[in-house]
């Protein structure tokens, strides 16, 4: 079982910045890819960025260059560090990820952003 709690949203205006995290329950945290995603109101849920346990990374076209995906294997957190936000950014962003042994899918229940024109 493991359990994904994502904290940092909020409010911001545009060109500004906000972190997200993302702390996992589970000793398998390390092995296991990660992944933000995002649902903006109306939209169906898109994944914007991925890492692998080897922190190979991989983004939307729509924020790359503005976002980051990193990982801490000893905190069992992954982080999203967003720049040069943008109106059309906001959504509620989800942290996921598929258990590496049972590929089992898990979710956090996701924290809004919101960026203000």
């Known amino acids: 079982q493991v359990q994904l709690v994502e904290s940092g949203g909020g409010l911001v205006q545009a060109g500004g910045s906000l972190k997200l995290s993302c702390a996992a329950s589970?000793?398998?945290?390390?092995?296991?890819?990660m992944g933000w995603h995002r649902q903006a109101p109306g939209k169906q849920r898109e994944l914007v960025a991925r890492?692998?346990?080897?922190?190979?990374?991989n983004y939307a076209d729509s924020v790359k260059g503005r976002f980051t995906i990193s990982r801490d294997n000893g905190k069992n957190t992954v982080y999203l560090q967003m720049n040069s936000l943008k109106p059309e950014d906001t959504a509620v962003y989800y942290c996921?990820?598929?258990?590496?042994?049972?590929?089992?899918?898990?979710w956090g229940k996701g924290t809004l952003v919101t960026v203000s024109s």
């Open positions: 996921a990820t598929t258990h590496f042994v049972t590929h089992v899918d898990y």
């Open positions: 589970g000793s398998s945290f390390s092995m296991n890819a």
């Open positions: 890492i692998t346990s080897g922190g190979s990374t």
